[in-house]
């Protein structure tokens, strides 16, 4: 396993259009969890799975994000509509969490996203 | 939510000085867990700190938490080029249960040869 994966690396797209992201997270861990991180900041929380199941979204995140997990193993998330302001670095992480203890976040490369 | 305050935001330092990084809390924290970003790169996880009281060594880097669980810190000596990043603590969930992980603004680290 070469850890987690994210595609695209880079996507630049006009505002008003919709981008999809994925992630591949490690095969072994059963939690998967995006993030967003814009300069100067650390990664702020959007969502997280477990297996299949999306358990939290963030109270920030408006209806134009969307994330899945279908089968429980590969993620997309979709913003759609997008705008200036969601021109950011989102990462994906995934992590093995079992008897209520996380054994740390493996994060992927992020793909920057650049709304013109 | 959980909300950690780190300090020093920023932090320059000659190659070979010691370099230490704070995280406190208001609320009594389960657990928390510290990365490393470099520039233009990913966060990487360094350590996670559960008990009251826990120090924990990797090489030149030591982490400690406190007695109460409301604070942690990073402490490298010797620093080299190679430290140079953005070190995020980063406290779990509720009562044992980590739930998600909610990070700081970090400390930025620079390190001059």
């Known amino acids: 396993d070469t850890g987690v994966s994210q595609d695209p690396r880079h996507k630049i797209t006009k505002r008003g259009q919709n981008v999809t992201f994925r992630c591949d997270p490690i095969s072994e861990h059963n939690r998967l969890y995006w993030y967003r991180q814009t300069l100067g900041q650390g990664p702020e929380f959007l969502t997280y799975?477990?297996?299949?199941?999306?358990?939290?979204k963030s109270r920030l995140l408006s209806d134009r994000f969307s994330a899945e997990r279908p089968k429980g193993s590969f993620s997309t998330l979709e913003i759609q509509r997008t705008e200036q302001g969601d021109s950011a670095m989102y990462l994906c992480?995934?992590?093995?969490?079992?008897?209520?203890?996380?054994?740390?976040?493996?994060f992927g490369s992020g793909t920057r996203l650049t709304v013109v | 939510g959980q909300q950690v305050m780190q300090i020093p935001q920023y932090q320059h330092v000659q190659e070979g000085e010691d370099f230490t990084t704070y995280c406190n809390s208001s609320?009594?924290?389960?657990?928390i867990q510290w990365y490393k970003q470099r520039p233009g790169g990913h966060p990487v996880f360094l350590i996670q700190l559960v008990k009251s009281g826990e120090v924990k060594k990797q090489k030149r880097l030591t982490f400690q938490f406190g007695e109460a669980k409301k604070n942690s810190s990073l402490h490298i000596t010797a620093t080299q080029t190679t430290d140079v990043g953005t070190y995020f603590c980063a406290p779990g969930g509720y009562g044992g249960a980590t739930n998600k992980l909610i990070f700081g603004t970090g400390t930025l680290l620079a390190v001059q040869p």
């Open positions: 609320t009594t924290l389960s657990n």
């Open positions: 799975f477990q297996n299949e199941a999306q358990l939290e």
């Open positions: 992480a995934s992590s093995l969490d079992r008897d209520r203890i996380n054994y740390g976040y493996t």
